[in-house]
């Protein structure tokens, strides 16, 4: 269980990126957090991987409270907070199972990190992901080779070798096409109830987030404005969260892949 209590993120003098935010996700609960750009999405995930400094607050992941943690204790907490980026995060001259067995950086010694000798048990554990995202036989391919959406399955199955207890998900969905999105939204759902993991997605689409996620919260100036069901979330919420920009409302009536907003053609 991840619970956020008064989370406040301000940089110097400014007015707070994140303010008083309260937030709890659960079992294998998929949440997606919208809002404008600038609302704080980013920022809160990165604040519960501790990427970033929280100012203030608590984050709580089953029961560790990770603000206070330094050093040791708190890279042995990342292990258990799996990150899939945007921008994917990948080593590009690396095949993809070195990219996939880096997941695994955290629970290695330092010689076999350098000369990426990992136990045979994370290599039958890493073709067994790639399998069930269906990359296997991409294991010996570089990175830059693949298609953006392949891509993005790399980087899903790095961040679940780290048998994390939740998964955070960055603007997942933001470089690929329409119908590349729609197939790693469903693989991040699927996967959260296979997996009974929580996942937490940041996320611009809107259509998206009401058809692949069980719950919406909504930002607005760091300020949580909205937590409900997606049947829930009207124009009302759209225009709250939104304050009525015209782009928004489109997301709203978009139908999972059609939306053209964001894209970058992709081949999967």
Sequence with gaps: MLEISKLVKRYGRDAPVLEGLDLTVEGSSVVSIVGASGAGKSTMLR????????????????????VNLR???LRRARRKIGMVFQGFNLIDRLTVMEN????RLGYVNLFQAITRRYPQSDIERAFQLMERVGIAHYANKRADELSGGERQRVGVVRALMQEPEILLAD???????????????????????ELSLPVLINIHNVAQAKAYTERIVGLRHGRMIFDGLPADFDKEALDAIYGGIETAGDELTEEPGRSTQGVAHDST
């Design 47 to 66: 604040c519960i991987n501790r990427l970033v400094e929280p100012t203030s607050g608590s984050i709580r992941l089953n029961g560790t409270e990770l």
């Design 171 to 193: 603007e997942p969905t933001a470089s690929l096409d329409p119908r590349t999105s729609e197939q790693i939204m469903k693989l991040l759902q699927s996967l959260a109830s």
């Design 100 to 103: 996939v067995l880096a997941g």
């Design 71 to 73: 050093g040791r204790e």
